[in-house]
């Protein structure tokens, strides 16, 4: 059974690939995946406050390991194919969305699979919203995208001083290169104010998942992020 | 958050307390003048964000003897093979094009009541506030039969350029089956991962050029950091090849005797191939002729960095007593911006904000092996003090390790372009 799924694997991802499975270069619509994700919603939450259902949250699923995800009770197909070496990344997802079955023979997952790449690639493109780490997401726009969020809008509102933004932007500056350069690290120039606002504070509530981030995140006041976001802005003017 | 609001309000009121003050710059001479003494990571940050950020409105000179700059940081994956010599060397002319005044030049004593920075190469520099970033030098007689006359046979390599390929040429022409030492440092020293870092570089060398060499490592300390993780790696990639000796076991009763190359670890003579002495620190010797230390390091302020026996020279990095931070590259540029934000400050009434401070340590075990520790940092009276961090775990998924890594390359170009521009 292991070696089977094994096996089976490469080859699967290996007919993908001939046919032209989700590249980086195509990554789909996220707006257009949200609706997609209304057929998975009945059994998986996700977004702030996701909690496992029927199935498990799918916060940071990008980067995990098949059946990862502790507290949630998988299949024993699931686990030993998590065991075996399956990472959820953009390929395998892409699989995996098409035929459940045909991945992971023993899934408790009674879905049919998605037959049409579009909406693969459109509810890939919104479930990465939710996931952010680099060397499974490797170009830096999904990470721009904003996130479904429950911000209060008076957090979205405030106006931040864009000299206190330079000043705390420094910070940012010896991971990100501000000539939107990335390679291992994300860009972050050129970001949308409210996508940026979002994006830290969703690191500061530790839904985003990364320690560096949370951690520099976690210590910014309201303002401060409101700083931050509206020196970005200047840049981009 | 009230702590950030009381040190908001406290350094306005210093900010205000400057500009009720005469300024300095009225004093016969044009625009304020700041002198940077040592280009590393503190150095050539707080060099370049004064000049960016005043826009000319401040003389901003930097003194640094080398004219190419290799980062210490990375150096042991150059040890390792992962990265080429030239991969890690950086020059000032970015900086330079920049608005810095580099002068590459030793900085040879400090006049304090005069306010001027002597030149090794004769003349001065005066300045309104000095910054001193003088990295690490070494303790004398601190590794018994060591000293600098023997870091040819027993290289530090812990300033890197020269002394990093003299060990990596040591470490290539080991005979087959050979031993490898190294002589750990006491705390506090710069970058706390750092020699063990080098042992998982060293010894991924080896497995893969001379799989029956050894490397031994005398450690005066009991325990250091990452130490779950780097046991675990070296217990995974390199079996049986790393023999660590801390204190409980001898560790710190160690001598050398470069000229028949043995080590003496607690009694018992050892001869060795290769051995890498890095002994006790001490802020680079520029901070002790400024007269601004106080045992091995300089004391400093958490606010803003500058020194507690002088309000005008401020000390970064290494050099610095400063609290909880490690002595780290990303510190030193953290410690940087902070300190350039109020030099500017005080001496053109431009905003202070409060100080905050942060470090990652990255570490490469092997081959996409990489792990990482980090912590954000406050300003208090006493110190600057640790608020929040995380470290990597044991057991990560391969996925997770090669993430790390590349993130770690990502934040090397990130932190080299911010020094220099």
Known sequence: MT????????????????????????????????KVFKKCAACHQVGIGAVDKVGPHL??????????????????????????????????????????????????????????????????AYLRTFSDNPADIPEAEPTAVGTDHDLDPAILALEGDPDYGEYLASECLTCHQSDGTSDGIPSITLWETEDFVVAMHAYKRKIRPHPVMQMLAGRLNDEEIAALAAYFKTLEE | MSINRRMFLGTSAAAAAVLAAPMVKADGHGKPRVVVVGGGAGGATAARYIAKDSKGEIDVTLIEPSRMYYTCFFSNLYLGGFKEIEDIGHSYGT??????????????????????????????????????????????????GWDLSAQNAMPHAYKAGSQSELLKAQLMAMPEGGTFAMVAPPNPYRCPPGPY?????????????????????????????????????WADNYDGMVDWIGSDFGGDKVSVDPN????????????????????????????????????????????????????DVYVLGDASQQGDMPKSGYSANSQAKVCANAVRGALTGSKVFPAKFSNTCWSLIDTNNGVKVGATYE????????VDGFISATGESAELRKATYEESEGWYTGITSDMFG
Not at chain 2, 379 to 386: N, R
């Open chain 1, 3 to 34: 070696r089977k799924l094994v096996t089976f694997l490469p080859a699967a991802l290996f007919a993908l690939c001939a046919a032209g499975a989700v590249g980086a270069e195509d990554i789909g619509d996220a707006e257009a995946g949200a």
């Open chain 1, 59 to 124: 916060n940071g699923v990008f980067g995990s390991a098949a059946g990862g995800h502790e507290g949630y009770r998988y299949s024993k197909s699931m686990v030993s194919a998590g065991e075996d070496g399956l990472v959820w990344t953009a390929e395998t997802l892409d699989a995996f969305l098409e035929k459940p079955k045909s991945v992971v023979p023993k899934t408790r997952m009674s879905f049919r699979g998605l037959k049409k790449p579009e909406d693969r690639a459109n509810l890939l």
């Open chain 2, 95 to 144: 900086l330079a094009s920049g608005g810095v005044n580099v002068v590459h030049d030793w900085a040879i004593g400090v006049d304090r009541d005069a306010k001027t920075v002597a030149l090794a190469g004769g003349g001065s520099v005066a300045y309104d506030k000095l910054i001193l970033s003088p990295g690490i030098d070494f303790v004398e007689g601190a590794v018994e």
């Open chain 2, 197 to 233: 870092e080098r042992v998982s570089m060293v010894a991924h060398f080896l497995k893969n050029n001379n799989p029956t060499a050894k490397i031994i490592v005398a450690d005066p300390k009991p325990k250091f950091s990452k130490m779950a993780l780097f046991q675990e790696g």
């Open chain 2, 260 to 311: 028949a190359m043995t080590v003496t670890i607690d009694g018992e003579v050892t001869k060795v191939d290769v051995c890498n002495v890095i002994p006790a620190m001490k802020a680079g010797r520029i901070a002790e002729l400024a007269g601004v230390t106080d045992g091995n390091w300089a004391p400093v302020n958490a606010i803003d960095m500058s020194t507690k026996a002088d309000p």
């Open chain 2, 379 to 386: 300003a208090t009276d006493e110190k600057i003090a640790k």
